[in-house]
């Protein structure tokens, strides 16, 4: 089965949480799980990362800590995520080698080509829909993924406001990977077991 999704942490971490992730994640579908508590202490997520870590090996998932590599490389996670406001590239490969570095572009064809010469593993892209987890988020379309992949051959991640109506038409336009994060942990009709089982994708879906 081909991992197509980029699984995002819902903003608070409940009790539940943990074996909520083990189902979500036993799906076989989550390339990459990132965990961001914009909300939290450094040592309150270093503590949760550690519980999550033994869970992303286990189901054979990449760990990656938004916003910071140091916290990334104290947990040993797979990698770590950065927005434009987090520090350079360049600065998260001082400190974390070879491990996974991806980065927001959002929209914007600028950032886009800015990345690519600071060589990630991968580009964020969007907001493709309305987020719940960025509201204020500015819209980005899709013939933009396209336009990228004329220019690179890194692993695009498309990110904002996906949910199993919308998602097939994204992977259409050639994304490696879809970022979910509402659907799945406050999805008013659905527990995140049952949320994950509406993204499946057959081999016409790309």
Not at 55 to 69: A, G, H, P, Q
Not at 110 to 116: E, F, G, K, M, P
Not at 133 to 147: E, T
Request: hydrophobic share 40%; with cysteine; glycine share 4%.
């Amino acid at each position: 089965m081909r991992k197509f999704l980029y699984l995002i942490s819902p903003n608070k971490i409940k009790p539940s949480f943990y074996l909520d992730l083990e189902e979500v994640l036993s799906s076989n579908k989550v390339m990459f799980f990132q965990l961001r508590l914009k909300d939290y202490s450094a040592s309150k997520i270093l503590n949760i990362g550690k519980k999550i870590r033994k869970i992303t090996k286990k189901y054979k998932v990449k760990f990656l800590i938004n916003d910071s590599f140091k916290i990334a490389k104290n947990i040993n996670a797979d990698g770590c995520h950065i927005g434009q406001s987090d520090g350079t590239i360049n600065s998260a490969r001082d400190v974390l080698k070879k491990k996974i570095i991806g980065i927001t572009c959002h929209g914007s064809k600028r950032l886009i080509l800015n990345a690519i010469k600071e060589k990630p593993n991968y580009l964020a892209l969007g907001s493709f829909f309305k987020s719940k987890l960025k509201p204020n988020a500015k819209k980005a379309r899709k013939d933009l993924i396209s336009w990228t992949k004329k220019r690179t051959s890194l692993p695009l991640v498309a990110i904002g406001g996906i949910d199993n109506k919308n998602f097939k038409s994204l992977l259409k336009f050639g994304v490696n990977y879809l970022a979910i994060s509402s659907f799945i942990w406050n999805n008013p009709r659905l527990k995140p077991k049952e949320a994950i089982k509406l993204f499946y994708i057959n081999e016409n879906t790309r």
